[in-house]
């Protein structure tokens, strides 16, 4: 089989380029080791930046969103109880974030990609990619019971954090830098409606939480857990009382419960993978790089990953020009290394540490103060939040 580019992973990342190259009458074949519904129950991330909705404009999949999703023009910031409003909308003159389900998205571009036949191959075991230091790389894997090998001018590496692109060129090719952090977060999804309009972001002695929603139906909540735990320690009815204990009494009040749908623990980790680029084999999204999850970045640079290759493959194949392909790592990673920043510092200030010293959560005290009386302090985070331009 021969393709244009073929694409590793069928996470939002490799169908948003898969669906902008097709757009663009560039040939393209995604392959995913996990099956369609494994994809679809995924639960991950639920903010949009509006950089990323206008890509999903530009390839032609935004009705649902268009019709479904929830605008933002705050959130709530919560210090020992004390409540802080980051008016997000004026603050940034006017941006807002859009509240929609990564597997929504994904779903939306799956159904996409399925009206116009595109091929696709889930399931699929043993998925290599091979001779991108050239100029004919390849990609071999095993479908039911059937090896294939796709010829391609270039590889798209989208297959996360645990795929195999990343593994692939030689030791010393890609500089590895990671950052951990001593927890991780325990998610839960019910059917309710959310306790309050906007998201609410808290720190408290007892440890992070955050107040998040999919609709004016269903809720998504985290709380800060210790990396060590596992989800069979928690029942449903302790991550209820831990919740609420977190969070100020009027609003711990309005909390409804009731059986979770899903509950999952996320470590959190910030890793970047430099240059994002070997020969014919290109790394975007969680496959370069990982954000802790505080800042609502990960999806968000996935999209603009995504913006940077397919405008580089565009100019490649229409205008015969190399010039975007060759400055697409450094021009990702400019933007990588701002949500990278963003995502540490939210991180930092909102989460209790384990070995916390009295000097440490004066400053998370005063990094509060800051966002409370400057409204220069507010604005950087604002702007942020609500995406860098790209
Ligand atoms: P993935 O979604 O990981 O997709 C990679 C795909 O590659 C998968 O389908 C996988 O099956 C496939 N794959 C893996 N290995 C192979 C292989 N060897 N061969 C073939 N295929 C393979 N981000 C935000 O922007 N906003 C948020 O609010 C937010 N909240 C989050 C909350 C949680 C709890 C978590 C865990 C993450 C959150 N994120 C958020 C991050 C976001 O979910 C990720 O950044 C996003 O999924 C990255 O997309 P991707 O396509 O790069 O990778
Ligand atoms: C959600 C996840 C996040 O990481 C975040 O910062 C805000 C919301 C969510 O899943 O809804």
Redesign the pocket.
Known sequence: MRTQVAI????????LLGQLLYRASIDNVI????SKT??LT????????EG?AALLEQAGVDARLKAQNLLHDGFDLVFDNEVHHIDLFGLTGGKRVHVYG?TEM?RDLMDAREAEGLETYYG?DD?LPHDFDGDNPRVS?VCDGQSIDIDCDFIAG????????RQSPPAGAMTVMEKTYPFG?L?LMADVPPVSDELIYANHQRGFALC?MRSPTRSRY?IQCPLEDHVEDWSDTRFWDELRRRLPAQIAAKITTAPPLEM?I?PLRSVVSEPMRFGRLFL????AH??P?TG???????AS?VHYLFEGLREFYTDRSSAGIDAYSARALHRVWNAERFSWWMTSVMHRFPQMSAFDRRLQQAEFYQLVHSKAASTALAENYVGLPF
Do not use: M
């Open positions: 590793i992973g069928s996470g939002p990342a490799g169908l392959v995913d080791r996990a494994h994809i995924r639960i991950r991330a639920g903010v949009l930046e990323t990564q994904t699929a998925v894997f989208c297959d996360g954090f645990h795929g195999v692109s977060w998610g998040s985290y999952s996320a975007a999204g969680d496959a990982i954000v999850p609502a970045k990960g999806l968000n640079l996935a990953d």
